[in-house]
């Protein structure tokens, strides 16, 4: 049986989440226990700098829903006017062979995702105000003024679904929400059953039998 956890991450659009995920997993980089991140698939062109397989895999609409229609996908979801989903196969294999994997997807999709499977750890990631994502959005640089407009419009309706998520996060200030995002990650790598066998081999080195259930 594999102990690998399923993250799920969601925010408003400009909250700062990429940047976020790109810092904490380099801080973690080398490390057994770095989550793999989920390359969803999606329908939007890509921005300056992004790159296919990389940021997304980046696909007709016609590839998309033929994907779609073909059950490709662990969830999926129209975001902003343009459609975006999680190919299982990026998921399934990784949690059977004990890799945790981190999803960075929107709410609708995160609803599918723990309805499907209500152990994922569910984590939010706040703007500290309206106007400061509306800032975050504009300085960005990579939206026109109708998209940032949708972007806004829609971070209402992510706010309000954000009640169901576990974790909260901020995102004041840069360091500190790593700092929160990393430990996060950090303490699912140290649940005790996900140190087995290792732990088990220690206490076995003092030649101490495995306990019975009631015995002591
Ligand atoms: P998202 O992935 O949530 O859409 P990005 O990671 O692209 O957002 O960040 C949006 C903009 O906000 C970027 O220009 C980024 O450099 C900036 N940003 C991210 N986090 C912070 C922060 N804590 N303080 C100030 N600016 C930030
Ligand atoms: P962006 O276009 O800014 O990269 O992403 C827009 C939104 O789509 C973000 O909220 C992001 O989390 C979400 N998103 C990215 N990939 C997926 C996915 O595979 N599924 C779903 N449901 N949302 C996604």
């Known amino acids: 049986m594999s102990y ?15 940047t976020l995920i790109k810092s904490v997993l380099a801080t973690l980089s080398g490390r057994l ?17 992004e790159v296919d397989g990389r940021e997304y895999h980046f696909v007709s609409r016609e590839s998309f829903i033929d994907m779609r ?15 975006y989903g999680t190919a299982a196969q990026e998921v399934e294999p990784r949690l059977q062979a004990g890799r945790d994997v981190l999803l960075d997807i929107d709410t609708q999709g995160a609803a599918q995702v723990t309805a499907r499977r209500p ?8 703007p500290p105000s309206r106007e400061i994502l509306e800032r975050r959005l504009r300085e960005r640089g990579t939206e026109s003024e109708e998209t940032v407009q949708r972007r806004l419009a829609n971070a209402r309706r992510e706010l309000h679904d954000s009640r169901n998520y576990q974790y909260a996060i901020i995102n004041d200030d840069l360091e500190r929400a790593t ?10 790598g140290v649940l005790r ?24």
């Open 4 to 18: 690998a956890t399923l993250f799920v991450i969601s925010a408003p659009s400009g909250t700062g989440k990429s």
């Open 33 to 49: 226990d770095v989550p793999h991140f989920s390359v969803s698939h999606t329908t939007r062109a890509p921005r300056t700098g």
């Open 69 to 83: 229609a073909r059950e490709g996908f662990l969830e999926w979801a129209e975001v902003h006017g343009n459609l």
């Open 119 to 126: 152990d994922a750890v569910t984590i939010f990631i706040y």
């Open 179 to 188: 700092d929160e995002l990393r430990s996060i990650f950090l303490s699912w």
């Open 193 to 216: 059953r996900r140190r087995l066998p290792k732990v088990e081999g220690i206490i076995a080195s003092f030649s101490i039998a495995p306990s019975v259930p009631g015995g002591h």
